[in-house]
Structures are given as C-alpha cells and as structure tokens.
C-alpha cells in the first residue's frame, strides 16, 4: 500500500527557513517522478517543485532559487529545503508520487 506522509511545517517568521519531510512507503523513490504541491488559504493547489530519479529537478517561478527539493534513495524520503519564506508561502504543502498524495503538512510564515 502506497503511503505518503508529511512533516516538518510550522509557523515561521518571514524570511526563516524550514525543511518538510515526506516519508514514502510502497513504491520506491528512486524509481519515481516525485512532487511537492502547495495550497494557500482560498486557492488552488499550485506545483511547487519536483526532482525525477536521475535526479534532475524543476521549480516553480515563484520559488525558484529559494527552495530546494531533494531525495534520500535509501530512506524513500522527499525533501523540501524552503529558505528566505515570505508570507505568500503560507500555506499546505503536500508530496505526491505515482499519483499518491500525503495529507499535508502547514507552514505558516507571520511575525
């Protein structure tokens, strides 16, 4: 059974950092295309960055040089190293791979 499981938001000053977590289990990571996603209070789910298994990777605009996507073939964990947040970052972060999605997990970025 595929399982996806994030970690790792939280409330976070702007400009802080913060690193999610997407525990994987049922499918392997290295074998997969793998996605986080976002979705802000009122809006839609917007793609936020994803890495493929040779490990080539793709970043929205609005993150690009900010964020930091990342795998651990070992672990079957999917990273997210989101530095320099600003409030328009606040929102569900989700990963998703072999159409599978995790609940999400929320960050919050306020003074």
């Known amino acids: 059974q595929v399982q996806l499981t994030e970690s790792g938001g939280g409330l976070v000053q702007p400009g802080g950092s913060l690193r999610l977590s997407c525990a994987t289990s049922?499918?392997?990571?290295?074998?997969?295309?793998m996605f986080w996603y976002r979705q802000a209070p009122g809006k839609g789910r917007e793609w936020v960055a994803d890495?493929?298994?040779?490990?080539?990777?793709d970043y929205a605009d609005s993150v690009k040089g900010r964020f930091t996507i990342s795998t651990d073939h070992a672990k079957n964990m999917v990273y997210l190293q989101m530095n320099s947040l600003n409030a328009e970052d606040t929102a569900v972060y989700s990963c998703?791979?072999?159409?599978?999605w995790g609940k999400g997990t929320l960050v919050t970025v306020s003074s």
């Open positions: 998703m791979g072999r159409q599978n």
């Open positions: 049922g499918f392997a990571v290295s074998s997969a295309r």
């Open positions: 890495i493929t298994p040779g490990l080539r990777t």
